[in-house]
């Protein structure tokens, strides 16, 4: 799309320009050398690279006993929200298009209200909720309850644009050849949609297994406990530990990203599907879906 | 109901610190964003990569690592300070420092991605007319970029009113941790205080969202 180099912002550069970037090149690299330069004296006062706090790391009973455990709960809690987050979204997000006002209007207000509250605040009340109910809530539900009632929300509106965006005459053509309204929904509208939509939903699934380190505030065993509770409290190497721990999520959510933007490649290029990915994504929030 | 309006003014202390939260590391955030984002379309190739590096790696994380990080790592462990009596300030400037990291990220793919809309012959345009660097981006492509920009930075300022209830797992006391408290003082009215905080939040973003929605679609560029 732009032709060496040159771009909205600038031209293709020519001789005096390209002495300039180099320049530029050479002191903006200065710069960000001395701005690593400062941050890696400043923990090396601290003693922050010495080998003793990392050395735990290369040993096979750290991970075994100490970090594969939280990961594992970590995936166990994610993978269970997950499943019931798309359950909770594909109800709702069909259930806000329906012609009956008295399922519309309700599942409009529930996907609404849960979208505006934060996760944390549904942790703690699934906790103190279910008690009163006279129920014991583990963590792990109340951190698997958090996760599916916000993520489930959020899907649903993903599920609903997705819906949308399938052209009207998809819908029009399955009731022509006499399928009935939920017929048309299963065979003819929800899977297009969800096609179109696949690279949003796993944006959220991204943003879904983040947040399981929220179960870190309730105290749930998983990745980010082991990481800055369990591992620091054994060796007393806190910044090593938590920098080992984001690896180990940038490692997982990059990865998922990357199956997100392969999926959307090859949906892009399926003639199967009418409905356009990329529209269907502007609607549901796009880019902005993986903060929260 | 009564255990909600005999806490009212702590209730509305704790969303007055989930405000300043809001409001302090969403304008830091803007502003390290701006600069992440002028990095990553500068003609640089070691700014662009460090940009990159910088959203990738902070876009990754969790948000509850990244504060924790600051709390207990930057906070106890690097001994950052902001203040050397009052713990409850000090976590405060902490996790803003945590919260703006993160958004900053965020912003950064919002700015760029709202330059990135503008078509390539808007500025071709612009620079055959003569118009100097400066110039483009001010008259031509700035205006441009800035009005897509408006509903995502809106739902990025949104989720970042949610996102500040993380800043207690350093133990901020902000909406979420203060009606953990509540729920500790008041067992036997767990219902109307969650009822009560939600509807705080939801007093929060709506208007923003409403206002953020509008001006998009009053400024929107037809193309």
């Given at each position: 799309m732009t032709g060496r180099g040159a771009g909205v912002l600038y031209d293709v550069p020519g001789p005096r320009a390209r002495l300039r970037n180099n320049v530029l090149t050479l002191a903006s690299g200065l710069v960000l050398l001395l701005v690593a330069y400062f941050v890696w004296t400043k923990y090396d006062e601290k003693g922050q690279w010495d080998g003793k706090l990392w050395q735990p790391f290369l040993r096979a009973e750290t991970w075994t006993e100490l970090i594969l455990p939280g990961l594992l709960n970590t995936l166990t809690a994610a993978a269970v929200a997950a499943v019931l987050a798309l359950l909770f979204g594909a109800a709702f997000g069909i259930a806000r298009l329906s012609d009956h006002r008295w399922v519309r209007i309700p599942a409009a207000v529930v996907v609404e209200a849960f979208r505006a509250v934060p996760v944390l605040m549904l942790i703690f009340f699934a906790q103190y909720g279910g008690s009163l109910a006279g129920l014991v809530v583990?963590?792990?539900?109340?951190?698997?309850?958090?996760?599916?009632?916000?993520?489930?929300?959020?899907?649903?509106?993903?599920?609903?644009?997705?819906?949308?965006?399938?052209?009207?005459?998809?819908?029009?053509?399955?009731?022509?050849?006499?399928?009935?309204?939920?017929?048309?929904?299963?065979?003819?509208?929800?899977?297009?949609?969800?096609?179109?939509?696949?690279?949003?939903?796993?944006?959220?699934?991204?943003?879904?297994?983040?947040?399981?380190?929220?179960?870190?505030?309730?105290?749930?065993?998983?990745?980010?406990?082991?990481?800055?509770?369990?591992?620091?409290?054994?060796?007393?190497?806190?910044?090593?530990?938590?920098?080992?721990?984001?690896?180990?999520?940038?490692?997982?959510?990059?990865?998922?990203?990357?199956?997100?933007?392969?999926?959307?490649?090859?949906?892009?290029?399926?003639?199967?599907?009418?409905?356009?990915?990329?529209?269907?994504?502007?609607?549901?929030?796009?880019?902005?879906?993986?903060?929260? | 109901m009564e255990a909600v309006v005999d806490e009212l003014p702590v209730i509305l202390g704790a969303f007055w610190l989930t405000v300043k939260l809001t409001v302090v590391s969403g304008v830091i955030s803007l502003i390290w964003g701006i600069v992440l984002a002028a990095m990553r379309v500068s003609p640089l190739p070691v700014l662009r990569g460090a940009g990159?590096?910088?959203?990738?790696?902070?876009r990754n994380t969790p948000l509850t690592l990244i504060i924790v990080f600051c709390g207990l790592g930057l906070g106890t462990v690097m001994n950052v300070?902001?203040?050397?009596?009052?713990?409850?300030?000090?976590?405060?400037?902490?996790?803003?420092?945590?919260?703006?990291?993160?958004t900053a990220a965020f912003v950064c793919e919002v700015v760029r991605s709202g330059i990135n809309t503008v078509p390539l012959g808007q500025a071709e345009a612009a620079r055959a007319i003569g118009l100097t660097f400066l110039q483009t981006l001010r008259l031509v492509i700035l205006p441009q970029a800035v009005r897509t920009v408006i509903a995502p930075l809106g739902s990025l300022l949104n989720a970042l009113v949610k996102n500040t209830t993380v800043a207690a797992a350093i133990g901020v006391m902000e909406a979420a941790l203060r009606m953990k408290n509540l729920f500790d003082a008041h067992g036997d009215a767990i219902i109307p205080i969650f009822l009560g905080f939600a509807a705080g939040f939801v007093v929060l973003t709506l208007p923003m969202n409403l206002l953020s929605g509008r001006l998009a679609r009053r400024l929107a560029v037809v193309r």
């Open positions: 583990t963590e792990f539900a109340a951190v698997v309850f958090g996760l599916t009632v916000y993520n489930g929300s959020v899907l649903a509106e993903i599920v609903r644009a997705g819906i949308l965006a399938v052209p009207r005459g998809q819908a029009e053509a399955g009731s022509a050849i006499g399928l009935r309204k939920n017929q048309v929904m299963r065979l003819i509208l929800l899977p297009q949609a969800v096609t179109a939509m696949m690279p949003a939903i796993i944006s959220q699934l991204v943003v879904l297994l983040k947040d399981t380190a929220l179960g870190f505030v309730v105290a749930y065993a998983d990745l980010l406990n082991a990481g800055a509770r369990v591992v620091p409290a054994n060796y007393a190497n806190l910044i090593p530990s938590v920098i080992v721990i984001a690896v180990v999520y940038i490692a997982i959510n990059l990865a998922l990203g990357y199956l997100a933007t392969w999926l959307e490649r090859r949906s892009r290029h399926s003639r199967k599907i009418t409905a356009d990915p990329a529209a269907a994504e502007v609607a549901a929030g796009g880019e902005v879906a993986l903060m929260s | 990159a590096l910088y959203v990738n790696v902070l300070q902001f203040s050397r009596d009052d713990l409850s300030l000090n976590s405060f400037w902490l996790s803003i420092i945590g919260l703006s990291a993160y």
